[in-house]
């Protein structure tokens, strides 16, 4: 299995832990995704690649009919553990287990990166109906905040990965222009130890080996204790979601 195969396969093991402290995507970007279509209904949203349901929770607080969509037997567990009112399917990205135009949006948080592009698009575009809205979030550190971007670079491991630009990577002529909106947002965390599991759910720790995640480990709590901002009490973590939506077209 190469190292992208692996890094997308990674998570199942620690489900309950991403779960627990990944961030979750703010109302503000989800209604922009969702705001080509009309805003007066209750929705069908397809979560695509949902792990263990950190933007389906906001689909369904929204009040959307949510269909979630993750290939993670694992990850699906936890997401049906703590998410209710919703359908939740095992199934991939590529071969998405809905029938032809039964959804009006297709939302994906955090994970468009690991898709076979050539093959996840003509599906979605199967499965929505015309007219139909897909769009891709990724909730990022805020790299304009100078601590955050030092604590990047100290929890950088030997395996990472540049992600290419979103509109770039959604772009299909089956689909309109795409349009892009970054939100701010921000986690919180109660201590220096809840933001390194944070760090610790991300593919980039779970492939490499114990004793070079806890090295980085022991650099990511020493440098947070050493900060003002994060060594005394909880503190908030600064984030960007940045969101690119397309309409089918046609």
């Not at 009309?38 to 949902?50: E, G, I, K, P, T």
């Not at 959307?64 to 993750?70: G, L």
Request: charged letters at 25%; aromatic letters at 6%; glycine letters at 6%.
């Amino acid at each position: 299995m190469d190292l992208h195969a692996r890094r997308a396969d990674s998570f199942g093991e620690q489900a309950q832990a991403y779960a627990e402290h990944r961030p979750d995507y703010p109302l503000a970007a989800i209604r922009w995704a969702l705001e080509p279509l009309a805003q007066d209904r209750r929705l069908d949203v397809l979560d695509l690649a949902a792990g263990t349901g950190k933007l389906t929770a906001g689909l369904v607080a929204e009040g959307h009919c949510v269909t979630a969509v993750e290939p993670n037997e694992q990850m699906l567990s936890e997401l049906v553990r703590r998410v209710h009112d919703v359908r939740a399917l095992p199934g991939h990205a590529e071969h998405i287990p809905v029938p032809d135009q039964t959804v009006d949006a297709v939302l994906v948080g955090t994970a468009f990166h690991w898709f076979d592009h050539a093959k996840t698009m003509p599906e979605i575009a199967r499965v929505l109906r015309p007219g139909g809205v897909v769009a891709a979030m990724w909730n990022e550190p805020d790299m304009s905040v100078d601590w955050l971007a030092e604590f990047e670079r100290v929890s950088a491991s030997s395996v990472q990965m540049t992600r290419q630009d979103p509109a770039g990577m959604l772009a299909h002529p089956l689909f309109g222009t795409p349009e892009r909106q970054v939100f701010q947002h921000a986690q919180h965390r109660d201590s220096p130890e809840a933001l390194v599991a944070t760090v610790n759910t991300h593919s980039r720790m779970l492939v490499v080996s114990a004793e070079e995640r806890e090295t980085v480990n022991e650099k990511m709590l020493a440098f947070l204790r050493s900060r003002p901002e994060t060594s005394n009490g909880p503190f908030d973590v600064p984030m960007r979601t940045d969101v690119t939506r397309m309409v089918l077209s046609g």
